[in-house]
């Protein structure tokens, strides 16, 4: 009796399946294919500006489909008692607790049949590439998956690789005799000099330019401006230079003017310069177009974000950990490096309290940071300001002075696995957030300053 009780229980609460469910089924079916046509992409050397664009406009469909199909998912997922769809739904009174986005956001049926059909629409078109694809040699001689090559590349910035490849190569006009300038503007962290590292492995640019030369500074004006001339730097006759300007800060206009003169003379025919700067002052110095930097999309970071986590196994097969993830993505605000860190935290231990546990900590730290300092963490680094971690009940410490090195450069060897026994020694200390492990391989410091929660800050 007991067995068919069973059956009828379990029988029971089987249900018909909707449209939402069928369709639901019909977009994981389209994003299988559609990342295999991607990978497949992605390890291959493609130089066609046809098919890089085509391919860009795939992935961006795909991310857009991931995300929706996951956000779909995350409705109704309970997590220890927990329902991940409302947990975090957005307080209309109190902004120190509008810290997530709700999981069910906006999107409805009729956004999951729209990226239906434009994921099917889109396949369609790709038809023949896919065949073209064969006629690109392979980057690598072993298979690989996407978190493989997630970590050997620049996430998400395909299209702007090639646009400054284009620039850095294309033939000077016979009439035109300056040095042609791309400026590359963005905030802190987005990327500027990754994508430029990454530029410069590319085969193209270094069988283009004899010589790469790399200027770093923090503003550029007529009393700090070093010329090539001042640096000693020779070029020889006809030798074409790329030059990379790297400042952090603003942009004199008259210092600008001096410094391109001087390039000018000392730069043989067809030599580029790159300039990046958080200062959008610098679009106004390129001879074409600035290229603007931005953080990832909400769609492409979450795909960024799950594939560093889950790696080769299906996020499909552990729903709940998915869910609460996606809760995790919303609130690091498109940052790389908390995306590496917190993915290396998570992966050590695949059970859905740890990761609660996780969440609900991360929360406490978003909250106590908007109520010493009136914004999210990540918000906060972007403007130099500090931020505030907890290390126990009656101690935290605060992070400031946020700064990137070199490879070569001294990094500290303590790392934020070892921070909270190490303060309690000095109490002030320098040590490594993060370390790249794409070029340019930069390292991410911080300093910190213990404090007692009973003592009144002075901010």
Not at 321 to 326: D, R, T
Request: aromatic residues 10%; glycine residues 6%.
């Amino acid at each position: 009796m007991g067995e068919i009780a069973s059956l009828v229980d379990k029988y029971s609460n089987m249900r018909t399946p909707t449209m939402k469910d069928k369709k639901l089924h019909n977009l994981e079916r389209i994003l299988l294919r559609t990342s295999i046509i991607i990978e497949e992409a992605e390890g291959r050397h493609i130089t066609n500006q046809a098919i890089v664009h085509q391919l860009n406009l795939l992935r961006k469909e795909m991310y857009s489909g991931y995300f929706i199909m996951d956000s779909f998912r995350s409705q109704g997922i309970h997590v220890k008692g927990h329902d991940v769809s409302h947990s975090f739904a957005l307080s209309k009174f109190n902004p120190a607790k509008r810290i997530f986005f709700t999981t069910i956001d906006t999107h409805r049926e009729e956004d999951l049949q729209q990226v239906l059909d434009n994921l099917n629409n889109i396949i369609e078109d790709t038809n023949g590439l896919v065949m073209f694809l064969k006629n690109y040699p392979p980057l690598y001689k072993q298979p690989y998956s996407m978190h493989l090559f997630i970590g050997k590349c620049m996430f998400g910035r395909e299209m702007e690789m090639e646009r400054i490849i284009d620039f850095l190569i294309e033939k000077e006009h016979p009439v035109m005799e300056s040095v042609g300038v791309l400026p590359i503007v963005g905030p802190m962290w987005v990327g500027k000099s990754t994508i430029i590292a990454h530029v410069c492995n590319d085969p193209r640019v270094r069988n283009h330019f004899s010589n790469v030369m790399v200027f770093t500074g923090e503003n550029t004006n007529n009393e700090n401006l070093c010329t090539m001339k001042d640096v000693g730097i020779t070029v020889a006759e006809n030798e074409r230079v790329l030059a990379i300007i790297e400042l952090s800060g603003d942009v004199d206009e008259v210092a600008w003017k001096r410094l391109y003169s001087s390039y000018g003379v000392y730069l043989g025919r067809g030599s580029k310069i790159i300039i990046t700067s958080r200062s959008n002052k610098v679009s106004n110095f390129g001879t074409t177009q600035a290229l603007v930097l931005n953080f990832l999309p909400p769609e492409a970071y979450w795909y960024f974000f799950k594939v560093l986590i889950f790696g080769s196994t299906y996020p499909s097969d552990h729903q709940e950990l998915e869910s609460i993830a996606m809760e995790i993505a919303r609130a690091l605000r498109g940052s790389f490096i908390t995306a590496n860190i917190t993915s290396c935290i998570l992966q050590k231990n695949f059970d859905s309290h740890y990761w609660w546990i996780y969440l609900a900590d991360f929360n406490k730290h978003i909250q106590r940071n908007v109520s010493l300092f009136g914004a999210k963490p990540f918000d906060l680094i972007k403007k130099g300001k500090p931020i505030s971690c907890q290390i126990s009940d009656d101690e935290f410490v605060i992070l400031d002075k946020h700064r990137e090195c070199p490879e070569e450069e001294t990094v500290p060897v303590i790392s934020s696995k070892g921070l909270a026994s190490s303060i309690l020694k000095y109490e002030e200390i320098d040590f490594l957030v993060w370390k790249s492990h794409i070029p340019p391989y930069k390292s991410y410091i911080a300093s910190c300053t213990l404090h007692k929660s009973n003592k009144r800050m002075e901010l």
